[in-house]
């Protein structure tokens, strides 16, 4: 079992900034690729960002592409998510995810409660 507790969000104007932090405990964080997701009112979950175990590579949507950035701390078991230059379209709740490399794809197998985060225009 691995315990994911998100942190950071909160209200922001547009083009302002915030991070994103994910605190992970129980089984070995290394072991785990680190994702963020979000979701907003009334519209499915969708794929933010992704980071492997090491921390070497990353990937994101095309949507965040030169916005925001992932990386993570093994030694603090701690994803983050920084996110510049923030639109309106970027409200959601945020959830972070860790997931394993299963047949060619990642699956995520635990996931944090969310935070929220509201940008106004």
């Known amino acids: 079992q691995v315990q994911l507790v998100e942190s950071g969000g909160g209200l922001v104007q547009a083009g302002g900034s915030l991070r994103l932090s994910c605190a992970a405990s129980g089984r070995t964080f290394t072991s785990y690729i680190m994702g963020w997701f979000r979701q907003a009112p009334g519209k499915e979950r969708e794929f933010v960002a992704s980071?492997?175990?090491?921390?070497?590579?990353?990937y994101g949507a095309d949507s965040v592409k030169g916005r925001f950035t992932i990386s993570r701390d093994n030694a603090k078991s701690t994803v983050y998510l920084q996110m510049n230059s923030l639109k309106s379209e970027d409200t959601a709740v945020y959830y972070c995810?860790?997931?394993?490399?299963?047949?060619?794809?990642?699956?995520?197998?635990?996931w944090g409660q969310g935070t929220q985060v509201t940008v106004s225009s």
């Open positions: 995810a860790a997931g394993q490399s299963r047949f060619g794809r990642v699956e995520y197998d635990y």
């Open positions: 980071i492997t175990r090491s921390g070497l590579s990353t």
